[in-house]
């Protein structure tokens, strides 16, 4: 990993990752010049989906949720460098991209002071041909096989210390060749065994029901998430 630190920036990044690494990478209006932007997904903020001579990557601003969010729409009070935003995803991501997780490779994180707030962004890797399991399930419905698997997945991360702080079925991806992935480890840390591993399903399973409630045509039902659960504890 390579430290710079120019001016109010201060980047991260993985050399493995680029041919040439250049600090404007972090700026969308680099990508729109040079004809790289390849696509986006929006929720309640932008993600974009980029190009570079190494492959595609994933381009993503940091933003506060909540009633804070709309005052402090992307700015948080400044930390010591390992812990903001972007440093500490890189971070947690790193480690379990070396234990050989399903997760996005971290290229390079930034963090932008000013005065006593910073701004943060993040380059991944992306994950070529996956989709989120709630728009799969719009379209169709999963075999048992392919819940099990996702469950024996979630469950790696659970054996590995992670605690993910938005364990839900958006952040779950499923690729072509049927391999399932976990995105989004913003606020995500490593813990001891105890309760909260349940308390990540708890909430996935929420997760699930709200998807259920939200779309007449979503093809899950509590079959699949006993399905799921079998390959969890058979892990």
Known sequence: MERIEHGSEIIWYD???????????????YWREHNAIRGKAVG????WFVQDEVGHKVLRHYYRGGMIGRVMEDTFLHVAESKSRAMAEFTVLAKLYRKGLP???PCA???V?????YRADIILTRIEHARDLVAILKEKALS???????GKTIRQFHAAGLYH????????????NGKSWLIDFDKCHFRQPGSWARENMDRLLRSFRKEQGLHPDFNWDEQDWQALLSGYKAS
């Not at 048992?144 to 996702?150: A, V």
Request: proline residues 4%; negative net charge.
């Open 144 to 150: 048992k096989q392919e819940w099990q698997g996702i």
């Open 165 to 176: 702080a938005d364990l839900n079925s958006h952040n779950l991806l499923l690729d072509d």
């Open 15 to 29: 050399p493995e990752c680029f041919g040439d690494f250049h600090r404007d990478y972090f700026e969308i209006d």
């Open 109 to 111: 994180a930034r963090m």
């Open 103 to 105: 997760v996005p490779r």
């Open 113 to 117: 002071r000013s005065n006593l707030v």
């Open 44 to 47: 309640r903020n932008t993600t």
